[in-house]
């Protein structure tokens, strides 16, 4: 028997509406695409089809509304509340702070505030456990976050999720502990990290296995997720159609043996029925303990849907199971169309089932068909990994044929294993966990020689959407079976995706001012040559900004690499991304100003200058003989281009001002604000010498400095100078032609969207 034509035309209705509404909605989302959804429901009810298309986009409609109202309000920013909450999710314990959801509960205040804040605990932080209630005196912001003109989107990121806000923690009193029934399938998921954390010992260890249980992936190391995606490896590490597929394969035998061992006089002739059903079961308890994410819940449709299909006996169309599982995803979280592991989950499974759902590349062999199904998935998802990532794996394609049958024969069925015991007996679970994790110590060993290897994988530029559309189509044709005409065609079509950003032309300079919160790093790009200046606020050790945002600037800088780096002076938020720049370019020659020597890293003094493409570079501060001092010590480079002149200051302060006053300057040009704006710097009479036509501040939306200070930015508009600042426009592009025209772009404007806070009015 045969599902029908509504078995089709209802979810491919329904996931239509919610993409129509995504499209709505980047435009504008007024009530009336609701409204009149609902009505054409009324008016269509005799077609499924187009029935299906406005309840998919009434619903995916009034999710986005909700989650755009369910947002922090701008004047609260910088308030200090005091609110009773819960902890939601799984808290993240790292060594500087701890990372949590905070949803208010009914009050007073929480009427005014959104239903999650992604909330941070720095010093002495509590050992916080999901379900608890707390009374917390929280700093609020709302869900802001930098934007530049490539690398990733936090604040997209942040609405896909349904963060309303964001919180620090002055201090805080629990109200209440955890109780299964408040905490749910997180409290399941705490307490089976918490034997991890004890069967466990190895760190790096650890953290694969609670990848593989819980999906909690939070304390894996930036080195160990590089080397994963160097790798290809990181699909394996998202609990999806893999690892419900071994879920439901344990549950299934589990039952057979428990059906055997036990017979039931009610369960004669159900036997095999029951056994799916223990099956599905298990799989479903597995998806909770993985928090159901997207590709997660993909997977346990589509299990769901095959179990329905042998159930009743029905013959289903592979592709039927995969369509209802969008429709599902899609009427579960619509913004998941928001997120790079909707677009590879998807896609993923859609090119098996285009190539395996005919049953003649079955006839290959394991092997051979595992072969197939790598180069088919790489093929098919490189402009998907080059839109959201910039990057392809090419050692993925011989490492996954090792890697895959490793996770889905050794370690997984011994997570499963553990995961099945602890609730039985503990120490064999434990004892499970354990084998599972020196299993992935052996499976990390393989991966780490692979991601050594030359040209493990190729960094790619974000291509644009006709460049996505076009390698897409590549791809596709690649794909098509054997002996069809004109899939070569498929070749030349993937092109743009290695295709160089263009460098600027001669006689003309490129000034990208990156956005990277409270910090600062801008690159300087002329024809042949690339500065870096700065890097980014960061930790100094794990935590920086250089793979999210300085890495996908410079490869669209047209450089394979930068040929220097300067450090301005070794304050965190200009020097927190100096190492990682340092391991990721080490033929660049740098300089930089530090309280204590690093190798590789010259001193940065007025004596050092240089020419590139007729474009002069001078240092013009601080002297080589001078002790560092903080900020007074930074890097003062000045960038002259025919009649136009750019100086970099650091943070330097008044002091250090008058001194290149009295030396003289070159007037006329871009200025980046000294010390983001801070009222130590930026002096009448600097300002009065240097008489620069534009100034551009650094700082983040929102921080807690106030910079650029409210003064400072008057003091630049009374004397006729533009001013720009990164936390009103995000990432700002100059492009400087040798007569000295400029022309201006702000991020903000460029990539504004429906969730993005709006750039300041006077933003280019």
């Known amino acids: 028997m045969t599902v029908g034509r509504a078995g089709w035309r209802l979810p491919a209705g329904l996931s239509t509406g919610v993409v129509l509404a995504h499209l709505v909605f980047f435009y504008a989302l007024p009530a009336w695409p609701v409204l009149l959804s609902l009505l054409l429901v009324l008016l269509f009810q005799r077609s499924w089809l187009l029935a299906a298309v406005c309840l998919g986009l009434a619903w995916a409609s009034l999710i986005l509304q909700g989650r755009l109202a369910d947002r922090l309000d701008p004047a609260l920013n910088g308030s200090t509340l005091m609110i009773e909450g819960r902890v939601l999710g799984l808290p993240v314990h790292g060594p500087e702070f701890t990372r949590f959801r905070f949803q208010p509960l009914a009050g007073p205040l929480a009427i005014a505030l959104p239903s999650q804040l992604l909330t941070y605990w720095y010093r002495d932080a509590p050992l916080l456990q999901p379900g608890e209630t707390w009374r917390l005196e929280l700093r609020l912001r709302p869900p802001w976050g930098p934007v530049n003109f490539h690398g990733s989107d936090r604040e997209r990121w942040l609405f896909a999720e349904g963060v309303g806000g964001l919180a620090t923690v002055r201090s805080g009193t629990r ?129 769901a849907a095959g179990v329905l299909v042998l159930l009743t006996r029905r013959q289903v169309h592979p592709g039927q199971a995969l369509l209802l599982a969008l429709a599902g995803v899609f009427m579960f979280d619509p913004p998941a169309i928001l997120g790079a592991g909707f677009w590879l989950s998807f ?20 092997w051979r068909g595992l072969l ?42 011994l997570v499963l294993l553990g995961l099945i015991l602890l609730p039985l007996a503990d120490g064999l679970g434990a004892l499970a966990f354990t084998l599972a994790g020196h299993a992935s110590g052996g499976l990390l060993q393989g991966l780490d020689l692979a991601a050594g290897l030359p040209h493990a994988s190729l960094t790619l530029h974000q291509p644009s959407l006709w460049q996505l559309g076009i390698a897409s189509l590549g791809a596709l044709l690649l794909l098509l079976p054997r002996g069809l005409p004109h899939r070569w065609l498929g070749l030349p079509l993937l092109l743009p995706l290695f295709m160089a950003s263009p460098s600027p032309p001669e006689n003309q300079l490129r000034l990208d001012i990156l956005d990277v919160g409270q910090g600062t790093a801008l690159l300087v790009n002329s024809s042949r040559h690339l500065l870096v200046y700065d890097s980014g606020p960061g930790d100094g050790v794990e935590f920086d900004l250089v793979r999210q945002v300085i890495l996908p600037a410079i490869v669209h800088s047209g450089h394979r690499t930068p040929d220097r780096i300067v450090i301005s002076h070794g304050d965190l938020d200009h020097a927190g991304g100096m190492r990682r720049l340092l391991q990721t370019y080490p033929a660049a020659v740098v300089h930089g100003n530090l309280p204590r020597p690093v190798a590789g890293v010259r001193p940065c003094h007025d004596a050092l200058r240089w020419e590139w493409d007729g474009i002069g570079f001078q240092v013009l501060h601080p002297s080589s003989h001078l002790p560092y001092l903080g900020n007074d010590s930074s890097c003062v480079l000045s960038i002259g281009t025919g009649n136009y002149s750019v100086l970099l200051p650091g943070d330097v302060t008044e002091a250090v001002e008058s001194r290149l006053v009295k030396t003289g300057l070159a007037g006329g040009g871009m200025l980046l604000v000294p010390h983001h704006g801070s009222k130590t710097s930026s002096s009448s009479a600097f300002l009065r010498a240097l008489q620069p036509s534009i100034a551009v501040a650094t700082a983040g939306v929102g921080n807690r400095f106030g910079f650029p200070r409210p003064e400072v930015r008057q003091r630049y508009r009374d004397a006729g100078i533009t001013f720009w600042s990164t936390d009103e426009c995000g990432g700002i592009r100059l492009l400087i032609n040798g007569d000295g025209r400029v022309h201006a772009q702000s991020a903000r404007v460029v990539k504004s969207a429906p969730w993005r806070w709006p750039a300041g009015a006077s933003c280019p």
């Open 347 to 366: 896609s993923a499974v859609g090119v098996l089932l285009f190539i395996f759902a005919g049953g003649g590349a079955a006839r290959l062999g394991r």
């Open 372 to 413: 197939l199904a790598q180069l088919a998935i790489m093929l098919a998802l490189m402009p998907l990994s080059a839109w959201w990532f910039q990057q392809v794996s090419v050692s993925g394609l011989v490492v996954n044929l090792l890697a895959i049958p490793w996770v889905s024969m050794v370690v997984v069925p």
């Open 175 to 303: 109200l209440q502990a955890a109780h299964w029934l408040r905490s749910g399938w997180d409290g399941w998921r705490q307490a089976a990290r918490s034997h991890i954390d004890l069967a466990v010992a190895d760190e790096r260890n650890r953290n694969i296995v609670s990848a593989l249980a819980i999906a909690d992936s939070s304390g894996m190391s930036t080195q160990d997720r590089n080397i994963l995606a160097v790798t290809g490896t990181a699909h394996l590490m998202a609990i999806s159609g893999l690892h419900i597929g071994l879920a439901a394969w344990f549950g299934f035998w589990l039952a057979r043996l428990l059906l055997l061992a036990i017979p039931l006089r009610w369960a004669a002739g159900q036997t095999h029925a029951l056994a799916l059903a223990a099956g599905l079961l298990l799989a479903v308890v597995y998806a909770g303990l993985a928090g159901f994410g997207t590709a997660t819940l993909r997977a346990l449709l589509m299990l």
